[in-house]
């Protein structure tokens, strides 16, 4: 079975700070992709970025990036340079390429707050 | 495009009482998706459908029935509403569903509650 660990519920950083949220994983399947969204406090879920379990370098996007550690199963977002808005629930995903339906299964996310 | 809608918003329900919250998407994704989300928590998987005519039940799918008569509506069923249905209600797609690569869609919500 499938499993998403987000072992911090709330994290407090001061502005431009670099934040690195963690996210641990448990899954069979050698092939599945990771993701991370983020929901601000207006609700909506906002996909940031996805990895790969074949793709050979860390997924960057912007400020965001993905500290893939495959054989400790482990895909921490970090955050360069927060802002004030970066402050929202963050959400570590995962797909198994087999799943029925290519259902994706959450974590319980981290409550990033950015501290001017 | 408008991606992911869902009406209602908000609302109100009474113990007992039913109502369809409304998920249209119009990117032409074949998979679709309905999560609730209490509070605090994450995302739940309540039931998805591959296609028009074809739905299955997720994680949490009692208390709740799903149709899709057509590629781009998936309205979710609430019948006999309890309090422990008070939550934020997502509906989500993707497309080409063997994909992983690919992410979902969300809508903005719909937050309902059941007093």
């Known amino acids: 079975a499938q499993k998403i660990t987000q072992t911090q519920p709330g994290m407090f950083v001061q502005e431009k700070e670099a934040v690195t949220l963690d996210c641990t994983y448990d899954?069979?399947?050698?092939?599945?992709?990771l993701f991370w969204y983020k929901q601000p406090s207006s609700g909506e879920m906002i996909f940031l970025i996805y990895?790969?379990?074949?793709?050979?370098q860390n997924a960057t996007e912007g400020r965001y990036s993905l500290n893939f550690q495959k054989a400790r199963k482990s895909a921490n977002l970090v955050i360069s340079a927060s802002q004030l808005g970066d402050s929202a629930m963050y959400f570590c995903?995962?797909?198994?390429?087999?799943?029925?339906?290519?259902?994706?299964?959450f974590g319980s996310g981290t409550r990033l707050s950015i501290r001017p | 495009n408008a991606g992911v809608t869902q009406t209602p918003k908000f609302r109100i329900l009474k113990i007992g009482q039913s109502m369809t919250l409304q998920c249209t998407q119009d990117?032409?994704?074949?998979?679709m998706y309905w999560y609730r989300q209490d509070p605090g928590m994450g995302l739940k998987l309540i039931y998805y459908?591959?296609?028009?005519?074809?739905?299955d039940k997720g994680e949490v799918p009692n208390g709740y029935n799903v149709s899709r008569s057509t590629t781009e509506d998936f309205p979710l069923r609430l019948e006999l509403a309890a309090p422990s249905q008070t939550s934020v209600y997502f509906c989500?797609?993707?497309?080409?569903?063997?994909?992983?690569?690919?992410?979902?869609?969300f809508g903005p919500g719909t937050r309902l509650t059941v007093l």
């Open positions: 990895q790969g379990s074949y793709d050979q």
């Open positions: 899954t069979s399947d050698p092939s599945y992709g």
């Open positions: 995903a995962m797909r198994e390429a087999y799943s029925s339906a290519s259902k994706i299964i």
């Open positions: 990117m032409n994704h074949n998979y």
């Open positions: 459908s591959v296609g028009a005519g074809i739905t």
């Open positions: 989500a797609s993707s497309s080409q569903g063997q994909g992983i690569h690919n992410e979902q869609f």
